[in-house]
């Protein structure tokens, strides 16, 4: 049991206060006017009943509590209704390499992505989401769920420094991906592959293809631009100090491939999106989510307390009533 307004309770401890000081007050219990004289307190005892007028005056107090009591919203029990959600089972698949720290997306393009996904986490509506990051190697990083404000809180932690294994291995991705999914439906299952394109492994077309046959849609998500950016290297206080180099000492830049990235979404039946410094893509992609086909992804019972002041405020009617409507001159007089 609980109620809805607890401080109107407050009125029963004042009425209760005010009952114990009116006992104090009254003195004998048969006085109605202590301080009367004969005549008139002969007159009072004629006409009064004090055994009923204290009945009567218990019934109005009994009558103002149990009204107070309604006033305090009481909710007894429980309501239980079934509760649907429609959606369907999103992954998104974040790289993490070292390329996506390059500046070409302001403020990076790894930051840049992160942005963009948390808008679209807001977005969704009874979908469910999970995070899948990779480089060289790649790991589930959140299995499904409805909760997301969870999935914006592992979203945030991500940086380029959780995978130790560099590269970018597009289809180990897409393999973990598959292993998301605890059902076999062959509908409702769609990948966002977000990435600057790099594949270095060069088989992530054709495992498209599989997974889009196996009832994986796969939109792909291009980070960057063609003109491309250096490399930062980090320290430990995510300050730049200095641009990385490859084996001949050449500073190396990072460019968007969006041929791969786009073969890769024309395979598994999807789209190519674009994170740039002046889109909103994240509208696209949830637009594209919006309308595709839903499954029912939960049924389960939502239970809350349920209101009963009525039965209370009926209670202190009657009482009152009741109340006021007795009489207080005796059956029969002296």
């Known amino acids: 049991m ?30 109605v006017y202590k301080n009367a004289s004969e005549k008139v307190a002969s007159v009072s005892r004629k006409n009064i009943d004090a055994d009923r007028l204290q009945w009567k005056n218990r019934i109005i107090l009994a009558g103002l509590a149990v009204l107070a009591l309604a006033a305090s919203g009481p909710q007894i029990g429980t309501r239980v209704r079934p509760i649907e959600r429609k959606g369907v089972d999103l992954v998104i698949a974040l790289d993490t390499s070292t390329s996506m720290n390059a500046e070409d ?86 990948m966002l592959l977000v990435s600057d394109g790099e594949d270095h492994e060069g088989q992530a077309v054709e495992l498209a293809a599989k997974a889009a046959n196996a009832g994986l849609m796969i939109n792909t998500v291009g980070v960057g631009s ?11 206080d995510k300050k730049t100090t200095q ?20 073969e890769i979404a024309a395979a598994g039946n999807g789209s190519f999106f ?7 893509t994240y509208k696209e992609i949830a637009g594209a989510i919006a309308n ?27 009482f009152l009533v009741v109340g006021f409507v007795m009489p207080t001159r005796p059956k029969v007089r002296p």
Not at 297 to 313: G, L, P, W
């Open 274 to 280: 674009w994170f740039g410094n002046t889109q909103d």
């Open 226 to 236: 063609k003109a491309g950016s250096l490399i930062p290297e980090k320290s430990k």
């Open 243 to 262: 641009y990385k180099r490859d084996r001949d000492g050449k500073l190396i830049t990072s460019s968007l491939d969006e041929t791969i990235l786009k």
């Open 292 to 318: 595709m086909e839903k499954k029912t992804i939960s049924t389960h019972e939502f239970s809350e307390y349920e209101d009963r002041y009525q039965s209370f405020a009926l209670v202190a009617f009657c």
């Open 105 to 190: 997306i302001t403020p990076s393009r790894l930051e840049k992505a992160k942005f963009e996904l948390g808008r679209l986490i807001r977005h969704l509506k009874g979908d469910r989401v999970a995070i899948i990051v990779f480089a060289g190697s790649s790991h589930l990083y959140l299995p499904l769920t409805t909760d997301y404000e969870a999935a914006l809180l592992f979203l945030n932690e991500i940086d380029t420094d959780m995978i130790p294994t560099q590269g970018t291995a597009l289809s180990l991705a897409m393999n973990t991906a598959l292993s998301a999914y605890t059902e076999e439906s062959d509908k409702f299952k769609v």
């Open 2 to 31: 609980s109620f809805r307004f607890s401080w109107v309770l407050a009125f029963l401890l004042v009425q209760f206060g005010l009952w114990v000081f009116w006992r104090l007050k009254d003195g004998k219990r048969g006085s």
